[in-house]
């Protein structure tokens, strides 16, 4: 989870990255190339589009919001999930959307008011730039990305079991116990868990996260809620129990699409260096586990995904930059080790309590924590680059 | 090659300090003023005083400040309105991967000195990597930036062997001792490397400073840093002395880039060892009561100086530059305490800033004097007077909170060079 929960159309927008699907928005008079660009044209009823046909590869959306709602407009796959999004149109103003599509078959969808399922229209993108051929370590990298995705998400449901059976059985302590463990398989691929926008609100989202509007009383879900419960008032009542119930059913549905997700090297790399992102913005801050105090528990969490992620994709990123995968070995290395002194036995997730790490603790491990997401951030370029 | 700071501006010309005026060359008094701060920038001062035809506003030359030469800009060279500061800890003890960290913080610094861009620049890159230069000084002028690298006496402590530089420390370098009222916060003091960002454009200046942390992720990692607005002393022979925040004039006798004398006397090492050109730095955060301050009479304000509040004249005297004469402030005046003359002609080069990081909890401005001496022996500059402050009367209002030292080695003469290679590099080489 972010520090700060950004709104579900943004998480959502995760999977731009994530998909490397590269989608960017830009103001509409920062370059504008008109001609190329594919119009669209919303209004309070309406989602004119000015071509539902147009080659795949670096493509334009010029948007004017002609109504008097603020819109959002989306690119999609036929499965709903996103390809690159834009909020907040004004009406009356104008917005580009750019992103780099592949040869298929889309929607683009208008939400008016920015609610519901919005406007749709069917578009295709044709010939174009066939992708190129990808070095096959590669496609073995992302094959075996899947399967450990998968696997850490069937690991996941039933220590989430033992979790949420702890709590419909009444026990605190038990469920206390259970709580770090269940977190673990997710906190491990997270940004393939985010990349499913819907999941990752229900399941992982902080009180400070709710929306404007949302009551933490009746919308506020997931672990960290049964979180709070645990740790601040010490009781599990009804509500407590029907969510674990709602946990283990979120789960489930994130377990049967995992293995859909779009997972590409540069998704891998981007996706290992956002788990770093995760560690410096939450775990290191003590903002994730305000209540329980596990936070190294997802800390180290976070480092194994992305190591995972690294590991598969170092043959190919030593190649074409060793000095990267030189310093990366040894800042993999220097954070483990790090991580290491605040646990007794290596093997077990035991970690020391957050909030008995001092400030100068802290602090190593946030520079522990720059001095690898600085260098893994470059590690997308090392895989594409030939 | 410039051999003298003063040679240092280029650019239009305008930047390049006026000759001492024979005014500025007569006057000898107050330079030992420890708090200073600035008229609100310079530049407005400048132009408002339409006395200086010569001069234009700093910030509208936006030159640039020379990187390479004997000594580091950023010292004698004209003092710029804003200051990014940063304290780093040295995070690794590989010596080759710190030499290359030196090496490529020198590059960097070269171009962002000349208004360019880090690496392979902001944009136009792979999309699928983060680009090199963070971008938000894109488009902007060079704004007169100067970096300034310095090393702390922990850095030889903890690092010096690791390195094969411990026999390399300076005598110089000692750490300061504790002086009465000290009220330093660990958080805020000392640091392994220093390095001193001053442009006339803020966002310069955190650019700077910002992508050196970048590039150093994994080497060396910020300690701590402090914003300063509103230069606090000068060190060119300008018309306009510029006021701290207590709203008095400081600096009016200030080491000027062009004093060559001066600067060879109290501000240059002279010597055989690699620290030959440079100097040496003391920090200092000293907040400012600011609130107390404004509620005091204005004859205990000026008491409390040893000088008038509008003119800056020394007690009895009618001008600002008029010599001083000590006796005539009270004993506890900070003119009179601070002067060369009550401290065996202890003379320090400063180079302050103005701060203020909002308010504290009480909702009391966290204001005060970001303090930047250099000088050719700490305990030839800044030791003496600092003791010699123990019974200043301005410690009702001010404390120090926090405190670093270090050595600045000298310049970087050429392309080849790079920061702190005296220091690394064997004899033989």
Redesign the interface.
């Known amino acids: 989870m972010r520090a700060v929960r950004l709104t579900a159309a943004t998480a959502v927008a995760t999977v731009a990255a994530l998909t490397a699907v590269t989608g960017c928005t830009e103001k509409s008079d920062s370059k504008d190339k008109g001609s190329d660009a594919v119009k669209v044209t919303a209004t309070d009823d309406s989602c004119k589009v000015s071509a539902t046909s147009f080659p795949a590869g670096h493509v334009k959306l010029a948007v004017e919001n002609k109504g008097s709602k603020v819109t959002e407009v989306y690119v999609l796959f036929p499965d709903d999930r996103i390809v690159t999004e834009r909020e907040n149109i004004a009406p009356g103003t104008k917005a580009n959307i750019t992103a780099e599509i592949k040869a298929g078959d889309y929607e683009i969808a208008c939400k008016p008011g920015m609610t519901g399922k919005g406007i749709r229209q069917k578009v295709k993108a044709t010939g174009g730039k066939a992708a190129a051929k990808r070095d096959p370590r590669l496609d073995k990298a992302v094959a075996e990305y899947r399967t450990y995705t998968q696997a850490q998400a069937d690991e996941t449901l039933p220590k989430v079991k033992k979790f949420t059976d702890a709590i419909r059985k009444g026990d605190v302590e038990a469920a206390k116990k259970a709580y770090a463990d269940s977190r673990i398989g997710w906190e491990r691929t997270e940004p393939v868990a985010e990349s499913f926008g819907d999941i990752d609100p229900k399941v992982d989202v902080r009180e400070d996260g709710l929306e404007d509007g949302q009551d933490p009383k009746t919308d506020w879900t997931g672990w960290h809620r049964l979180e709070k419960s645990l740790w601040k008032d010490g009781k599990i009542g009804s509500r407590e129990k029907e969510l674990a119930t709602l946990l283990d059913k979120d789960l489930k549905d994130w377990q049967n699409r995992v293995g859909k997700a779009l997972i590409t090297p540069t998704s891998m790399a981007n996706g290992a260096k956002e788990l770093l992102d995760e560690v410096a913005t939450g775990k290191v801050t003590g903002e994730e586990e305000a209540y329980s105090h596990t936070d190294l528990v997802d800390f180290k969490a976070n480092v194994e995904g992305a190591e995972k992620a690294y590991d598969l994709l170092k043959p190919v990123a030593t190649e074409n930059d060793a000095a990267l995968t030189k310093e990366l070995d040894r800042q993999f290395a220097a954070l483990n080790k790090l991580l290491d002194e605040y646990r007794e036995d290596k093997k077990s997730y035991d970690f020391t309590s957050y909030d008995k790490v001092g400030e100068a603790d802290r602090k190593e491990l946030s520079d522990a924590v720059n001095a690898l997401a600085e260098p893994l951030s470059k590690l997308a370029a090392a895989v594409v680059v030939k | 090659m410039a051999d003298t700071d003063t040679d240092q501006v280029k650019d239009t010309g305008t930047a390049t300090p006026p000759a001492p005026s024979r005014r500025s060359l007569l006057a000898a008094g107050g330079a030992g003023l420890a708090l200073g701060a600035a008229a609100a920038g310079g530049a407005v001062a400048l132009t408002r005083s339409g006395a200086d035809d010569d001069m234009q506003p700093a910030a509208e030359t936006g030159g640039a400040v020379p990187f390479h030469g004997a000594h580091q800009a950023g010292i004698a060279t004209p003092v710029q309105d804003r200051l990014h500061f940063a304290a780093f800890?040295v995070?690794t003890d590989d010596r080759e991967a710190f030499v290359q960290l030196l090496k490529d913080w020198t590059e960097a610094a070269a171009l962002m000195c000349e208004g360019r861009t880090v690496g392979d620049g902001a944009y136009g890159?792979?999309?699928?990597?983060?680009p090199d230069d963070t971008g938000e000084a894109l488009g902007l002028k060079p704004s007169r930036l100067t970096l300034t690298i310095g090393f702390g006496p922990s850095f030889f402590d903890k690092h010096g062997k690791a390195f094969g530089v411990a026999d390399k420390r300076p005598e110089a370098l000692v750490e300061l001792p504790k002086f009465p009222g000290d009220n330093l916060d660990k958080?805020r003091s000392g640091g392994d490397l220093c390095v001193q960002a001053c442009a006339d454009d803020p966002q310069v200046a955190v650019h700077a400073i910002r992508n050196l942390a970048?590039i150093g992720?994994?080497?060396v990692?910020i300690r701590w840093s402090q914003l300063g607005f509103g230069k606090t002393s000068s060190t060119t022979p300008d018309a306009q002395t510029p006021r701290n925040l207590f709203g008095f004039k400081d600096g009016t006798r200030n080491i000027a880039g062009t004093e060559k004398d001066r600067l060879a006397e109290h501000v240059w090492v002279g010597d055989s060892t690699w620290m030959n050109g440079g100097s040496y730095l003391v920090a200092r955060r000293i907040r400012m009561n600011v609130e107390t301050w404004d509620r005091t009479s204005l004859q205990e304000q000026e008491d409390v100086f040893g000088r008038d509040k509008r003119e800056g004249a020394p007690v009895g005297k009618a001008k600002e530059h008029d010599q001083p004469f000590l006796k005539a402030m009270k004993p506890d005046a900070h003119v009179r305490l601070a002067h060369p003359d009550a401290n065996h002609g202890a003379t320090i080069l400063r180079r302050g800033y103005s701060f203020t990081d909002g308010t504290d909890g009480l909702g009391r401005l966290d204001a005060g004097l970001f303090f930047l001496a250099y000088q050719k022996d700490v305990r030839k500059g800044f030791i003496p007077v600092q003791r010699s402050l123990a019974a200043d009367a301005l410690n009702e209002y001010i404390q120090h909170v926090g405190s670093a030292v270090f050595a600045v080695p000298p310049g970087v003469r050429d392309k080849n060079d790079w920061w702190g290679r005296g220091l690394f590099e064997r004899t033989e080489a």
Do not use: M, S, V
């Open positions: 800890d995070k890159g792979l999309p699928e990597a983060p958080a970048r992720f994994g080497k990692a």
